[in-house]
């Protein structure tokens, strides 16, 4: 789905999603944004939480159980999901406290994790991003490092160490894999609040900004996404905006602001950008997800704050990611779930445009 056919109507879907702070805990099972009368461009499609859900046959698995007394399937893949990549069906989420990558490998219908063991083992994981040969970065606040693995767990390489990076919580390397920015919000008491930039081979080039509130500057920088054409989007939380830079780490301009309304930032969180060049902000006060264009104008917000472990409804929005099928994964770590939300095809749309309901 191409959102850039949204940027014209900003204002409309703002006024009708829903707010930010507003608490709704009436179950729907399939719930999708915006609601009428504007037309609907998202639904919820499934959450991950075992690896139960991504088995291809359900009954197989029961069997499976019965005869071996094997319910492994059925515990729970993480036990604080923090950030969540997406390319190509597989989906990478860091765990911080079992301290590894959980992959729900959904062509092929498994989980598996890695980081637990040398030479790639994780200390503290926390952002992660994809380049496009679906190699997996890795923050890890612990070892002052990105650690960087193959699409199959198998260590790489490593960048940075404690000279370079204080606490890199978030990661962000562009297309072909040739510069990897390494976020780095630092401590509360450190000046070191900036971001790290390295080549392809792990060579540290620069670091970019300082602690500051100016354009350029950071304070708590918590997460960072590559765009198509280059641009570097750093959520820089303690100033609740997002800015955008050159791929060579110049300001170019800034979006958001401290607030409860629509377009406001208040505990951000999560940054995703897509193939148009949208940016997908996650807020765990909030507890949606607010979609903006690529020049930082408010498109749309999905999700919703909720006191139930319900679909759309958040409890502590985490990671959000989106993949090139369109689809929006995002992470709770109230409700330990990454939940799915793909785009409506045309004749979707109108059929819910219209009151109606999807089957299946």
Known sequence: MVLSVLAGSALVFAGCAAPPLKTDDKVDRHPFWPRPPDRPRYLYEHALRTPADILADVKELQIRQMLTGDRSANLPAFE?????????????????????????????????????????????????????????????????????????????????????LERPTGVAVNAAGTRVYAIDRASNESDMHRVAMFDGEGRFLRHIGKRGSRNGEFNVPVAGACAPDGTLYVLDAGNFRVQALTADGEFKFGFGGVGIGFGDLARPRGLAVDGQGNVYVSDASFNNVQIFDPKGQLLLAVGQLSRSDLPGRYGLVSGVAVDETGRIYIADQLFNKIEVLRPLKDFEADILLKGGKLTG
């Open 80 to 164: 604080k999901p923090v950030a969540v990549a997406a390319h190509q069906g597989r989906i990478y989420v860091t765990d911080s406290v079992k301290r590894r990558v959980v992959t729900f490998d959904v062509p092929r219908r498994k989980v598996f994790v890695f980081g637990w063991r040398e030479p790639g083992q994780l200390q503290k994981p926390i952002g992660i991003a994809l380049d496009a040969r679906s190699n997996v970065y890795v923050a890890d606040i612990g070892l002052h490092q990105i650690m960087m693995y193959d699409a199959w767990g198998l260590l790489v390489r490593r960048f940075g160490d404690a000279k370079t």
